[in-house]
């Protein structure tokens, strides 16, 4: 009945959501603190106002709300520059839906965010991937022309590393791809800088970012997209009806207007992302300097497999991941201070 490029794909594998309050979960880069009160309180008014209605298909109220707030970087901006998902990943589907053919080429760097080998394989695309050098940049192959290429994606902050490439970098990459080139800016918030300038200047450049990591509403579906009105509007008619729930849009909106909270909720966890990294380091982990929410690491004397699964059967959860010719390694979210204390106990007690 199916496709064949369906049957012959594995299909993304999400990282492990175990049930039970028992787990320190550390493993798929949520943020460890409740959301903004002010989210709660949003969706109450929507349960109680009722839901028999669809919801707004534009989800006009968010992106008024982000217009206003992202005007301080990219001053052209309106509500025409930008697009609601459920979710980045929804966002992703919606770009390569709409600019990807049977037989094109999508480009990205490896190790990266592993959904993009699922969304070619969904279109029946080509993999063009390009692997970062040791230092975490990439070569001039990345930006190079090729007749098949119709997309690129760069995760910036890249996953599972951590790592960014300046704006100036990106923007030489964007000029010379003779593509679409979509910055994935799912962990942005926790970094020193952004894309979202480079919008202005060339149409070719789509930003995607999510509410799920920086704003603690992985469990609500909300992200969104950037790019000049006439890319938007383009996209829009890819997009589900209505692919954003009144309550999603209704916390989100909350979400983004709650500045005290969110500066708050950065600080914390970039203190203790600093510490989880000294704290690593000091017990002989090679950890590459993060600008996520996360650290990406080597246990001292290899093994991460092995060091992931004893985590695992003490109750903590970090993440396995393998790239093949690549290298594998353990991804750590960073979590609230107990958690990482109970991390860094647990590496104590296994430490031979």
Not at 92 to 108: P, Q
Not at 111 to 128: F, H
Not at 181 to 198: I, K, M, Q, R, T
Not at 253 to 274: E, G, K, M, N, P
Request: proline share 6%.
């Amino acid at each position: 009945m199916f496709r064949s490029n369906i049957v012959a794909m594995t299909g993304y594998t999400p990282g492990e959501q175990p049930r039970g309050e028992d787990v320190i979960k550390l493993n798929t880069n949520e943020n460890p603190y409740p959301c903004s009160p002010t989210v709660k309180a949003a969706i109450g008014r929507v349960c109680q106002a009722g839901l028999q209605k669809y919801p707004d298909p534009s989800a006009t109220e968010f992106r008024e709300a982000a217009a206003e707030l992202l005007a301080s970087e990219l001053p052209a901006i309106t509500p025409e520059w930008i697009l609601c998902g459920n979710g980045s990943d929804d966002l992703l589907t919606i770009i390569t839906r709409a600019l990807v053919d049977s037989g094109d080429h999508i480009r990205f760097p490896r190790p990266s965010y592993v959904l993009y080998d699922t969304l070619a394989a969904i279109q029946g695309a080509e993999c063009d991937v390009v692997n970062f050098q040791a230092d975490w940049t990439l070569s001039e192959r990345f930006a190079k022309h090729c007749d098949k290429l119709r997309l690129a994606f760069l995760a910036n902050p890249n996953s599972p590393s951590g790592t960014v490439l300046a704006a100036d970098d990106v923007a030489k990459i964007a000029t010379a791809l003779p593509c679409p080139l979509v910055v994935d800016e799912a962990y942005v918030d926790f970094a020193d800088g952004n894309c979202l300038s480079l919008v202005a200047d060339n149409e070719r450049v789509i930003i995607t970012r999510t509410l799920s990591k920086s704003y603690a509403l992985a469990g609500l579906r909300f992200g969104f997209a950037v790019a000049q009105p006439q890319v938007i509007a383009e996209l829009g008619k890819v997009k589900d009806s209505y692919n954003c729930d009144a309550l999603a849009i209704a916390g989100a909106t909350a979400a983004i207007r709650d500045r005290a909270w969110f500066d708050r909720t950065r600080a914390a966890v970039l203190a203790t992302r600093a510490r989880l990294l000294a704290e690593l380091r000091a017990r002989g982990f090679e950890c590459v300097d993060s600008q996520a929410n996360f650290v990406w690491c080597q246990p001292p004397g290899g093994a991460p497999r092995a060091l992931y699964e004893q985590l695992k059967a003490a109750g903590i959860l970090v993440r396995y991941m393998d790239y093949g010719d690549c290298g594998d390694g353990l991804r750590i979210t960073v979590g609230t201070d107990a958690q990482i204390d109970a991390l860094l106990a647990k590496l104590d007690d296994l430490a031979p």
